[in-house]
C-alpha cells in the first residue's frame, strides 16, 4: 500500500500531479490538502481525479486536513506562491518559508517516517531549511527541479539535432534557477555519435535554458505539465523500488567538494528515498560551475536564516 499527500493539491502543480499519478495508478491513495479558503476548489479537484482515472486506475483521491496525510510515505509539498513575470525564483523566499513552516509543523503532527518531495520555490533554500530545521535525515527531503530542466534541456538538444527528445539523455546540475549547469559531457544520443558542442552554442542553449520557463509563464501563467511528470518520475521510482538516477536537489556533505548545500545532483532513489548522491566525472569547467552554484546557494542561504 502506498499513500500520497499534497500539500497545495488545488493549485497548478498539485493538481496536475495528482492527476497524472492517479491516471498512472502509480499509489493505492492521494489526499488533497490546500489552504481552508480553497476546500471546495480541493474536493472537486479530487472527484474530476477520480473520474479521469476509472478507467485505468485503483489509486483512491479523496480531499482532507492535515490528520487525513497521517502515515504518508510521501508528502508532496507544492504550497507557496508561484513565480510572476519579472520575479525571480529567489523572490519568493521569504514568502514561501514562512508558507513551509506551518505546513511542515501541520506534517509532523501526523507523520514521523516519510518522504518529502518539495517543487515549492525557491527550491534549493527551502529543501535545505527543510532539512535543517524539521529535523530530517536528507535522504528522505527532496527538491524538485533538476528534473524539469533536464526535460527542457533535452527538448532544446532536440529541436537544434533534429533527433526525437527521447532519444537524448542530458541532465542539469545545480541550482533550479539561474547558475544551473548542463553537463554537456555527459550528453548521450540514442544509435548517434555524442555531439560535440563549441563554446559559443554551450552558451547560446544555457542561455535558451534559463530563459524557458519564463516564457511558458508568460504564455500560459504558470509552468504545470513539465513539473508534473517529473515529480510522478521520482514517485514511481520511489514506490517501485526502482533505483532510477534523477537529477534532485539534495543536501550534501562532501558529495563533488560540497557541502550544507542542497542543490541538484544524480541522485538515486528507491523506497527508502535517496539511496546514494552519485558522483559522476565532471569535466574542470562543469566542476567549476557547480562549485559556484554551491557558492550562491550558500550566501542566499545565509539571507534566509
Ligand atoms: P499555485 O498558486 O497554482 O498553487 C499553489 C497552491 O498552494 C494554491 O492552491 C495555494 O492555495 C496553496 N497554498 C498556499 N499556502 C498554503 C498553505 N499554507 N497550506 C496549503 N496550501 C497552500 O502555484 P503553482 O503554479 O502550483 O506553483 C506552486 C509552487 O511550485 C510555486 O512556488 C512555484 O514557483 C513552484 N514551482 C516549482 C517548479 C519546480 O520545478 N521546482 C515548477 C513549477 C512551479
Known amino acids: 500500500?502506498?499513500?500520497?499527500?499534497?500539500?497545495?493539491?488545488?493549485?497548478?502543480v498539485g493538481s496536475s500531479v495528482g492527476y497524472q499519478l492517479a491516471t498512472q495508478s502509480l499509489v493505492d491513495e492521494i489526499v488533497y490538502v490546500d489552504i481552508p479558503s480553497k476546500k471546495s476548489l480541493t474536493i472537486g479537484q479530487a472527484e474530476d481525479t477520480n473520474h479521469a482515472a476509472a478507467y485505468t486506475s485503483h489509486t483512491n483521491v479523496y480531499s482532507g486536513n492535515y490528520s487525513d496525510t497521517e502515515n504518508s510515505d510521501i508528502i508532496i509539498v507544492t504550497a507557496g506562491k508561484p513565480r510572476q513575470p519579472g520575479q525571480t525564483r529567489v523572490d519568493l523566499t521569504s514568502v514561501n518559508r514562512?508558507?513551509?513552516?506551518?505546513?511542515?509543523?501541520?506534517?509532523?503532527?501526523?507523520?514521523?517516517?516519510?518522504?518529502?518531495i518539495i517543487t515549492t520555490n525557491p527550491v534549493d533554500l527551502l529543501n535545505r531549511h527543510v532539512c535543517d530545521f524539521e529535523n530530517r535525515p536528507r535522504e528522505h527531503v527532496i527538491g524538485?527541479?533538476?528534473?524539469?530542466?533536464?526535460?527542457?534541456?533535452?527538448?532544446?538538444?532536440?529541436?537544434?539535432?533534429?533527433?526525437?527528445?527521447?532519444?537524448?539523455?542530458?541532465?542539469?546540475?545545480?541550482?533550479?534557477?539561474?547558475s544551473q549547469v548542463p553537463i554537456f559531457s555527459h550528453v548521450n544520443l540514442l544509435n548517434k555519435p555524442t555531439p560535440v558542442f563549441s563554446p559559443d552554442e554551450k552558451s547560446s542553449i544555457l542561455s535558451d535554458l534559463k530563459e524557458s520557463a519564463m516564457c511558458v509563464i508568460k504564455q500560459k501563467g504558470a509552468?504545470?505539465?513539465?513539473?508534473?511528470?517529473?515529480?510522478?518520475?521520482?514517485?514511481?521510482?520511489?514506490?517501485?523500488?526502482?533505483?532510477?538516477?534523477?537529477?534532485?536537489?539534495?543536501?550534501?556533505?562532501?558529495?563533488?567538494?560540497?557541502?550544507?548545500?542542497?542543490?541538484?545532483?544524480?541522485?538515486?532513489?528507491?523506497?527508502?528515498?535517496?539511496?546514494?548522491?552519485?558522483?559522476?566525472?565532471?569535466?574542470?569547467?562543469?566542476?567549476?560551475?557547480?562549485?559556484?552554484?554551491?557558492?550562491?546557494?550558500?550566501?542566499?542561504?545565509?539571507?534566509l536564516s
Open 98 to 116: 514562512t508558507i513551509l513552516d506551518s505546513i511542515f509543523s501541520d506534517i509532523s503532527q501526523y507523520n514521523d517516517d516519510f518522504i518529502s
Open 223 to 303: 509552468t504545470q505539465w513539465g513539473p508534473a511528470s517529473g515529480v510522478c518520475h521520482l514517485v514511481k521510482s520511489i514506490v517501485e523500488n526502482s533505483h532510477s538516477i534523477f537529477p534532485c536537489s539534495a543536501v550534501l556533505n562532501g558529495e563533488y567538494g560540497i557541502s550544507d548545500v542542497s542543490l541538484g545532483v544524480p541522485v538515486r532513489l528507491g523506497s527508502n528515498g535517496i539511496e546514494e548522491i552519485v558522483e559522476w566525472d565532471l569535466t574542470s569547467e562543469e566542476t567549476d560551475a557547480l562549485t559556484q552554484s554551491a557558492i550562491k546557494l550558500a550566501s542566499e542561504y545565509q539571507l
Open 1 to 12: 500500500m502506498h499513500k500520497v499527500s499534497i500539500i497545495g493539491a488545488a493549485g497548478t
Open 144 to 178: 524538485f527541479g533538476g528534473v524539469l530542466d533536464s526535460s527542457r534541456f533535452r527538448y532544446t538538444l532536440s529541436k537544434k539535432l533534429d533527433v526525437p527528445a527521447n532519444h537524448i539523455k542530458a541532465t542539469i546540475l545545480g541550482e533550479h534557477g539561474d
